[in-house]
């Protein structure tokens, strides 16, 4: 996400204000190769089935899951194109489109590539005629809102999988995480009242004076709230963004499942979205570009505690890979050129 403190009119960072990654990024990312080779290399009897499995695939499971794979799209790019109506500007379905996956393709191509992505998103947007201020806020609250349906992703997950497969793994934490739970709630119901609202206010201002990043986040985010309410001031409207979040992860986890009819292999209903929900957590850490290898191991090893032998596992895991990822590369990358040509000619058109 771009830093906070965006003007209006600027176009963004620039390429050299982009954090590019350190020492530690690339030495995880060194150990995270290494480690998949020696499993595929232990594990070469079960990869082998896994490619018996995938050249059996069946073409009417798949054209669904690659059907189910475009919906999430569509959804992701339905979350920054309902902001940017809000905030006046207004593009069409196949225009966001083909600019969420270019920027996509960037996050999931180069090093560090979340941070170049959102940097190009953000000078993109404001190009097109959202302006600074308005571009920025549509990348925080599309990652909000991406983030929200994410959880309600994983809430759902825990729900059904109960304490069987990866269920057993993450109850102990949820149950952790209640007291915070609870203790939000508390200060949410707290917040009905003034003096605790100007008790909170001044803690926020304090840690401002410190802290100039939150100051200019605070700035930031009361210039969104002021543009949020004069264009949409009632609160119901602004389910639509977190809906079509969350349509997007369900979309995407429903092609995991189809890709695993295709293959022949029976869904593991039970901890599936739960599987699913933890592999694009653990994916946020950006540990390696696409988080190769780190979403690889991790959706095998919960589709196995899930019930499923290794090698179907490591079947499903590859064709999800290849249909959520692989396959959307090149169209990525032909979608930001095909945008940068067009930029190149209204550039050229504007001297």
């Known amino acids: 996400m771009p830093q906070p403190g965006t003007p209006a009119g600027d176009t963004g960072p620039e390429p050299g204000d982009v954090t590019r990654p350190g020492r530690i990024w690339w030495l995880c990312s060194v150990l995270v190769v290494a480690a998949a080779v020696v499993a595929a290399v232990f594990r070469r009897s079960e990869i082998a089935q896994a490619y018996h499995l995938v050249a059996r695939v069946r073409p009417a499971g798949l054209g669904a899951a690659v059907a189910l794979e475009v919906m999430s799209l569509l959804c992701f790019a339905a979350v920054p194109r309902w902001l940017l109506a809000v905030g006046g500007v207004r593009w069409s379905m196949a225009r966001m489109t083909c600019t969420t996956v270019a920027a996509n393709a960037m996050s999931g191509a180069l090093p560090a590539g979340a941070a170049f992505s959102a940097a190009w998103l953000l000078r993109h947007l404001s190009r097109r005629g959202a302006g600074g201020v308005l571009a920025a806020a549509v990348l925080v609250t599309a990652g909000a809102a991406s983030a929200a349906g994410l959880f309600l992703v994983f809430a759902l997950g825990v729900a059904v999988a109960g304490r069987t497969g990866p269920g057993a793994l993450v109850r102990p934490v949820v149950d952790a995480l209640l007291p915070v739970l609870l203790a939000a709630l508390v200060l949410l119901a707290l917040s009905r009242y003034g003096g605790f609202r100007r008790l909170l206010r001044r803690l926020w201002a304090g840690t401002g004076r410190r802290f100039p990043r939150v100051r200019r986040a605070e700035s930031d985010f009361a210039g969104v709230l002021r543009q949020a309410r004069a264009a949409q001031p009632r609160p119901l409207p602004w389910l639509w963004p977190l809906w079509y979040a969350f349509l997007n992860w369900v979309f995407d986890a429903a092609a995991l499942a189809a890709g695993m009819s295709a293959l022949?292999?029976?869904?593991?209903?039970?901890?599936?979205?739960?599987?699913?929900?933890?592999?694009?957590?653990?994916?946020?850490?950006?540990?390696?570009?696409?988080?190769?290898?780190?979403?690889?191991?991790?959706?095998?090893?919960?589709?196995?505690?899930?019930?499923?032998?290794?090698?179907?596992?490591?079947?499903?895991?590859f064709l999800y890979r290849v249909i959520s990822y692989w396959a959307l590369q090149p169209v990525g990358w032909t979608c930001w050129v095909g945008l940068a040509l067009e930029e190149a000619h209204a550039a050229h058109d504007g001297l």
């Open 264 to 317: 022949g292999i029976e869904v593991p209903w039970r901890g599936l979205l739960l599987a699913y929900a933890l592999t694009q957590l653990a994916g946020s850490l950006h540990l390696t570009p696409g988080n190769l290898g780190i979403a690889e191991a991790t959706l095998s090893a919960l589709l196995a505690l899930c019930g499923l032998p290794a090698a179907q596992a490591i079947a499903a895991t």
